[in-house]
């Protein structure tokens, strides 16, 4: 099988090229990656000796896109590829909408006339907006959909793309939903990394409003895993959520990833808050289980052991906007013994 991989050189995408390798060897797959500030070849370095093959350019570029539909005829598309940061998509909501939406639109096309036999859309549960503080609700499938910032628009419009070409013209499709993703090779403008840097070298750690946001978090590895699920034993024409069932506020993720670095609480400080921050996600992931058997395996314990860890013994660029200064954060840290406190 041929395999087109969107986005695969970004935080979830380089996880799951290493898990569909692993998985199914015999399948052949090219990674198709604009390498923007999130996106680094260099972390699939040991993929294309293992015969990954790579094309740099945008999934907007129709050009590109269907050059490389029409010559490797692809069966299975995987699309990762989007701009994703918030507060990004707040400072230039123009760059999500050419990206997300548009972008999606030219690889449905192409997908489409080259008879691929599943395009899969990798979403957000952002799309379905907030539950708010009160709430004990999940979401699910059939949630509805009320994206707060420019990049949940630009997502749920992709989302509604998809299944419209599902519904239209026949395009084999399933979309998944994602809760929030941490993990290994993630970009240290996002919260975790960015937390686990800054309590590294003792610097404050900021938080948005109160820090009570709550999010559900899932190990990346999970992710990957229940993609491949959906991809396998999931039906055509569905949506299913994936969620790694830790709902957690930020403060308490600050709090776990002090302890790990033996530092005070007291480098947790607030900031004003995000412009139509949402509140609270949770996710309702029942319907992959029952259709797939997937579940989370990896418990937030052992997954936050296994992220502070390759960030100790990693070093990676901590990305700014566009046409800012790009810092880099080098790791110093040598092979280590270190235990994790009982908080983690």
Request: glycine share 8%.
């Amino acid at each position: 099988m041929k395999v087109l991989i969107t986005g695969g050189a970004g935080f979830i995408g380089t996880n799951y090229v290493y898990t569909h390798m692993q998985r199914r060897p015999q399948d052949k797959l090219l990674v198709l990656d604009a390498l923007n500030y999130a996106g680094k070849r260099s972390n699939l370095k040991k993929a294309e000796v293992q015969g990954l093959s790579f094309v740099e350019g945008r999934i907007e570029d129709k050009s590109l896109v269907m050059s490389l539909f029409k010559k490797e005829k692809f069966d299975l598309v995987v699309n990762f590829a989007a701009e994703t940061h918030v507060d990004r998509s707040i400072e230039d909501p123009e760059i999500f909408i050419r990206s997300n939406v548009m972008g999606t639109q030219v690889l449905l096309d192409a997908a489409l006339n080259h008879d691929v036999k599943r395009f899969h859309h990798i979403s957000t549960d952002e799309v379905y907006g907030d539950l708010g503080f009160g709430s004990h609700d999940k979401f699910t499938e059939e949630s509805a959909i009320k994206p707060s910032s420019p990049y949940s628009a630009s997502k749920a419009a992709s989302d509604m793309l998809v299944m419209a070409y599902y519904r239209t013209f026949g395009l084999p499709v399933s979309i998944s939903r994602c809760s929030n993703n941490y993990g290994p090779y993630q970009d240290p403008e996002k919260l975790i990394p960015l937390l686990i840097s800054r309590a590294k070298e003792g610097k404050s750690l900021k938080l948005y409003g109160s820090g009570k946001n709550v999010r559900d978090w899932l190990f990346v590895q999970d992710h990957c895993d229940a993609i491949l699920s959906i991809i396998e034993k999931g039906q055509i024409g569905e949506i299913y959520n994936i969620g790694g069932a830790n709902e957690l506020e930020n403060i308490e993720i600050a709090s776990i990833i002090l302890r790990f670095f033996n530092q005070s609480e007291n480098l947790i400080t607030y900031i004003e808050d995000r412009k139509g921050h949402d509140e609270r996600y949770a996710i309702d992931f029942s319907k992959l289980t029952k259709e797939t058997g997937w579940q989370p395996r990896v418990t937030f314990e052992e997954g936050m052991r296994k992220t502070i860890q390759w960030y100790k013994l990693n070093s990676y660029e901590r990305s700014h906007s566009s046409g800012r200064k790009r810092v880099q954060t080098q790791s110093s840290y040598k092979s280590h013994k270190q235990t994790f406190t009982s908080g983690l």
